[in-house]
Nanobody, 125 residues
Framework: QVQLVEFGGGSVRAGESLRLSCAVS????????LAWFRQAPEKERERVAA????????AYADSVKGRFTISQDQGRTMVYLEMGSLKPEDTATYYC??????????????????WGQGTQVTVSS
């Protein structure tokens, strides 16, 4: 089992920045891809950023490219999402997720076996 716990959500104004953190623990050896998803009310859960746990290769949704950065610590037990130039449309519940698949194969929520509890991000105009 893999446990994921997110930290760092909150309310900010448009243009501001926020950093989300995710603590990864448990049997993490089979985990290849760590990702951040978000889900707004009445919308599908979408992957916004992913990182290949062993090599550090990253991927981003077009909607956040150039504004968000995903990273992990040296011990590979923490995953971060730096969110800059936030927009009201970034408002959502953000989830940390782990998949046994490679990131380029794990683009949808169905590929992720483990999820955090979610943290709310609200961006006002």
């Amino acid at each position: 089992q893999v446990q994921l716990v997110e930290f760092g959500g909150g309310s900010v104004r448009a243009g501001e920045s926020l950093r989300l953190s995710c603590a990864v623990s448990g049997d993490i050896k089979p985990v290849y891809c760590l990702a951040w998803f978000r889900q707004a009310p009445e919308k599908e859960r979408e992957r916004v950023a992913a990182i290949y746990r062993r090599g550090g290769t990253t991927a981003y949704a077009d909607s956040v490219k150039g504004r968000f950065t995903i990273s992990q610590d040296q011990g590979r037990t923490m995953v971060y999402l730096e969110m800059g130039s936030l927009k009201p449309e970034d408002t959502a519940t953000y989830y940390c997720a782990a998949s046994p698949d490679l990131c380029h194969l794990a683009k949808t929520a169905q590929a992720y076996h483990y999820w955090g509890q979610g943290t709310q991000v609200t961006v006002s105009s």
